[in-house]
């Protein structure tokens, strides 16, 4: 099976502009979390969605969103980007929402100039 | 907020050592992970441990689990050059899903 695969890869863009970021998750998995990655904060868990719906959310300001389509890739859009929002973005599947282990994708690195 | 703390945030020890990273927590737990991240890339999961287990192995990993000290531990044996990553240990807790620690950054010289 393949794994879970994010695009773009690398990203760079300015403050004020906005991004989508794209994941899709191994064949058959439902659930698609969203983690942000930085040197300061660390990894913080930002979304979890599973069958088109958000079941979970984490600390992140409104700016962050997403969603989830019927063959389950996912999405997270980043508006109004700031110096802050650079990061490791980081996309995880899983067979159901209630599977505790995650499977990664090898993320989306942002950088805000 | 991080859920996990591990110790030492460094570790640097020569090949063939065996190596060994703590992990502390803050509150109760279903079960308790360990990831690993190879310089920046994807966090790939090692080993789940449930909070009713107190060791657990997989191949050359071996989690400890003391749930009345809110901590975990992972022992690498026979380190090799490609165990050099970054490790995490993560728990869950509620809606925030995975909560990991900041992680140690372990560098097997060879």
């Known amino acids: 099976k393949a794994g879970v695969t994010q695009t773009p890869r690398y990203l760079i863009k300015t403050r004020g502009q906005q991004v989508t970021l794209s994941c899709s998750p191994i064949?058959?998995?439902?659930?698609v979390s969203w983690y942000q990655q930085t040197p300061g904060q660390g990894l913080q868990f930002l979304f979890e969605?599973?069958?088109?719906?958000?079941?979970n959310k984490g600390n992140f300001p409104g700016r962050f969103s997403g969603r989830q389509f019927s063959n389950s890739r996912s999405e997270m859009n980043v508006s109004t980007l700031e110096l802050g929002d650079s990061a490791l973005y980081l996309c995880?599947?899983?067979?159901?929402?209630?599977?505790?282990?995650?499977?990664f994708g090898p993320g989306t690195r942002l950088l805000v100039l | 907020s991080q859920q996990g703390e591990e110790d030492p945030q460094a570790l640097s020890i020569q090949e063939g050592e065996n190596a060994t990273m703590n992990c502390s927590y803050k509150?109760?737990?279903?079960?308790l992970q360990w990831y690993r991240q190879n310089s920046g890339r994807g966090l790939v999961h090692l080993i789940l441990?449930?909070?009713?287990?107190r060791e657990k192995h997989s191949g050359r990993l071996r989690v400890t689990l003391d749930t009345s000290k809110k901590s975990s531990s992972l022992l690498i044996t026979a380190s090799r050059a490609a165990d050099t990553a970054s490790y995490f240990c993560a728990t869950e807790r509620g809606a925030q899903k995975l909560v990991f620690g900041q992680g140690t950054r372990l560098t097997i010289n060879p």
């Open positions: 441990i449930r909070s009713n287990e």
């Open positions: 969605y599973f069958s088109e719906t958000q079941r």
């Open positions: 995880a599947s899983s067979l159901s929402s209630n599977q505790e282990t995650q499977y």
């Open positions: 064949s058959g998995h439902r659930s």
């Open positions: 509150t109760s737990i279903n079960n």
